[in-house]
């Protein structure tokens, strides 16, 4: 399963922290974060709960980038 989330970041060295700490969650398949249009597009592994998985997806990007805001 495939989704797109609104994302809130300052620059595009913020969104590539934010990429790679969504592709290295568990539950998440791949990840891209495109600073252009402020978006991000999760592909979830087989059976996972987006919602838990995003929850934590977002844990993992404010590690990296404390100001970053992904809207659910």
Known sequence: MKKTYK???DCAN???KMEAAAQNTPGVKGATV???TLKMNVE??????PKAVMEQVR???KKVE?????FL
């Open 44 to 49: 979830f592994e087989e059976g996972q709960d």
């Open 34 to 36: 495109n600073f252009m």
């Open 59 to 61: 844990k993992n990007c």
């Open 14 to 16: 913020c969104a590539n």
């Open 66 to 70: 404390s100001d970053c805001e992904i």
């Open 7 to 9: 994302i809130d970041v």
